[in-house]
């Protein structure tokens, strides 16, 4: 097997395809005429959205994501050359600050942010790079 895509389930769709266009960079690869489904390119395995009401209609329950709430027990890692300027321009676009860019003992450069629907977003340096 291999990871395909990581699914954040959002309250608006298109909202959070835009939010992460603006804070990370990221292209969107496929947005659903409905607006309950979304793809953001990536590389090889897709960042993508989905509506919690549709989800929700499936019969699938879970915790959602507020940033009234402590963050879910996963995040996701964006990786950048410069982590700082990355830092920046998310928190710039409306990314809360969670930690700032710190250079960790392997090596790496580390930040963390949480998107808006408080789902936490790690921007990081690849590593051993």
Not at 64 to 74: I, K, Q, T, V
Request: hydrophobic letters at 45%; glycine letters at 10%.
């Amino acid at each position: 097997m291999r990871l395909g895509y990581v699914i954040l389930h959002v309250v608006d769709v298109n909202a959070s395809v835009a939010f992460y266009e603006r804070a990370f960079g990221l292209v969107r690869r496929f947005v659903h005429e409905s607006g309950t489904y979304a793809e953001m390119e990536t590389g090889a395995t897709a960042l993508a959205f989905a509506d919690e009401a549709f989800v929700a209609e499936r019969g699938q329950d879970f915790k959602p994501n507020r940033l009234a709430s402590l963050p879910a027990g996963a995040e996701i890692a964006l990786v950048a050359g410069d982590v700082p300027a990355a830092f920046a321009r998310a928190t710039a676009s409306g990314a809360i600050e969670v930690a700032s860019p710190t250079q960790k003992p392997w090596g790496q450069t580390v930040a963390y942010v949480r998107d808006r629907d408080g789902f936490l977003v790690e921007i990081c340096t690849p590593i051993g790079g």
